[in-house]
């Protein structure tokens, strides 16, 4: 297996154009291991509603980086104590659970150091029930990206309130994802011991399970080849929102008279439609300030507080 060193980064877009280079550049005929650390983010599944999916109050508050990846599954939280962990293997049919193989030397390095970690039947790992590894693929036929997290020592309570949205949606098109509890490795070791030491602790369990760890250096014409991705694609609101699923979602006017209800349908991240379920908001004023909206991006902050006089 080949390991590939992502030069220290920690910003979400580089790493995840970073793996789909690999995916879709490298030569097949190798097996690839990245291993990184991304400061605070949420990353979305390919098939999510970002809106949906996290508190958009709580990532603007903190300036935490929303990014979708190319794989799919549900929405997770990284910070610093959360190592992530990407597999590029060959496509064959009979390795759609070829998972299990790339995680086994995960979990049982994870006993060794006292934590009593456990497989999943949906490939998450779970210590005491409570999950410190979600994991998800993409594949485009010919190459396989199986990729997850590894939560050493996150900060628990800040993922609980970037992943608990606060919109009221009602309809939706998008793929959810499922809750559960989760917990940090660190509390369950042996020993104490850094996420650093950690993350040389899975690289060395890796390469006895799969063989030396032979490290690739990238080239500069691929650095750049994966920084222009980062940025035309990762760093992109078309990418990131503007894939968004269809939705409705509700929303309080405030008028000069009284506040009304607005369903605000959306696709794409654009404004398809507002509807009203109060016969106050039928007037040409309103009717004709709502207009306005309609094609225009959505945004939760600006439907929160649109007043209308």
């Excluded at 970073?18 to 599944?45: A, F, M, T, W």
């Excluded at 606060?166 to 989760?182: C, D, G, H, M, P």
Aim: with cysteine; hydrophobic share 35%.
């Amino acid at each position: 297996m080949i390991f590939i060193p992502n030069s220290g980064s920690t910003d979400p877009a580089f790493n995840l154009a970073l793996e789909e280079h690999c995916l879709r550049k490298l030569d097949p005929g190798s097996e690839y291991l990245l291993l990184y650390i991304n400061q605070p983010s949420v990353i979305i599944g390919r098939h999510q509603n970002p809106f949906q999916e996290y508190n958009q109050q709580v990532v603007r508050q903190r300036d935490i980086i929303p990014v979708r990846r190319i794989s799919g599954g549900g929405a997770v939280y990284h910070d610093p104590g959360n190592l992530n962990f990407s597999f590029i293997t060959d496509f064959t049919d009979q390795k759609l659970d070829y998972f299990k193989t790339l995680l086994a030397p995960i979990v049982d390095t994870l006993r060794h150091l006292g934590v009593p970690a456990r497989m999943t039947e949906r490939n998450n790992i779970l210590v005491d029930g409570k999950k410190v590894s979600g994991n998800s693929q993409h594949t485009n036929m010919r190459r396989m990206l199986s990729h997850g997290t590894l939560l050493f020592e996150s900060e628990l309570d800040v993922l609980q309130q970037v992943l608990d949205s606060n919109l009221k949606i009602t309809e939706s098109r998008a793929v959810t994802s499922i809750k559960s509890k989760v917990t940090n490795i660190c509390d369950y070791l042996r020993q104490p011991m850094t996420v650093e030491a950690f993350r040389t602790g899975i690289k060395g369990a890796l390469a006895d399970a799969f063989g030396e760890m032979i490290e690739y250096r990238i080239s500069a014409e691929e650095k750049e080849a994966v920084r222009r991705l980062a940025e035309e694609k990762y760093r992109s609101w078309h990418w990131t929102f503007g894939r968004s699923p269809e939705f409705i979602v509700h929303h309080k006017v405030r008028l000069e008279s009284a506040n009304a209800n607005a369903r605000f349908k959306v696709k794409n991240g654009i404004i398809k439609d507002i509807e009203w379920a109060d016969q106050i908001a039928e007037s040409a004023l309103v009717k004709g300030y709502i207009s306005r909206l309609i094609g225009e991006p959505y945004d939760q902050k600006g439907a929160d507080n649109i007043i209308i006089r």
